[in-house]
């Protein structure tokens, strides 16, 4: 069967497409009181593609649910968004780019995999009945003509080394000279040495806030990180 081509599709159209490419569930997640309905892949496991993993190790991380995604979307929406520009790298399903226009943000969201962008698109419009703007972005190939934004936020993207440093650079370069930039994290194996490289790209860690995650069988703790560019020496 022909894969339907997504790009120019929305609202329902976008819905029944999405549905001829995977097998789909939906869950309602409470984001501040709010009920948003999530469509999703059934199983993430069943989009793992041999192809992607053996040119850059690529999974399909963004068609799952994670605690920090739900902890940081309820975190989005308290924020006073009021128009400003934000970024989310690596929106997976959309949850936390729902959260963050719930709060007001004008935003642009990103991933790796061009079918989170349109999962993030379908969610987003089914919930508040317009879409964010998407873009698809490797981190390794950061965009010149990206901009740069009030507010940058990823949630759970320190799972491998390598990101410790990526993600670091790529939200230096993002960010507004006095924006803020948050990432929600519940301890993956990058985040020590993410923290560690940030004085090396210009940022620093101002607040944190530790949220305890508990559904069946998962408890985490979920650590919203504040980071914003280091004071120039004799400014602080």
């Known amino acids: 069967m022909t894969r339907p081509i997504l790009t120019d599709l929305h609202g329902e159209a976008l819905d029944e497409a999405l549905g001829r490419c995977f097998?789909?569930?939906?869950?309602?997640?409470?984001?501040?009181?709010?009920?948003?309905?999530?469509?999703?892949?059934?199983?993430?496991?069943?989009?793992?593609?041999?192809?992607?993993?053996?040119?850059?190790?690529?999974?399909?991380?963004?068609?799952?649910?994670?605690?920090?995604?739900?902890?940081?979307?309820?975190?989005?929406?308290?924020?006073?968004?009021?128009?400003?520009?934000?970024l989310e790298m690596g929106c997976g399903l959309g949850l936390a780019t729902v959260g963050a226009m719930l709060g007001g943000f004008e935003v642009t969201a990103t991933d790796y995999y061009e079918d989170a962008l349109h999962v993030t698109r379908g969610n987003a419009a089914r919930n508040l009945g317009h879409e964010p703007i998407v873009r698809m972005v490797n981190w390794r190939e950061w965009p010149t003509d990206l901009g740069v934004f009030d507010v940058v936020m990823a949630a759970d993207v320190l799972y491998e080394k390598e990101y410790a440093i990526l993600v670091g650079e790529c939200m230096a370069r993002s960010l507004a000279p006095d924006g803020v930039a948050m990432v929600a994290d519940p301890g993956r194996l990058a985040l020590p040495m993410f923290r560690d490289n940030l004085m090396h790209v210009g940022l620093e860690i101002f607040d944190t806030v530790t949220t305890k995650f508990e559904e069946g069988p998962v408890k985490q703790e979920i650590q919203v990180m504040r980071l914003r560019h280091r004071p120039i020496e004799g400014q602080r």
Do not use: C, F, Q
């Open 23 to 86: 097998s789909l569930a939906t869950e309602t997640v409470d984001i501040g009181g709010r009920a948003v309905t999530l469509v999703k892949p059934e199983n993430a496991d069943h989009l793992i593609s041999e192809a992607d993993y053996v040119m850059d190790e690529r999974l399909p991380y963004w068609a799952d649910l994670w605690p920090s995604a739900r902890v940081l979307s309820a975190t989005m929406a308290r924020e006073a968004g009021a128009g400003r520009r934000l």
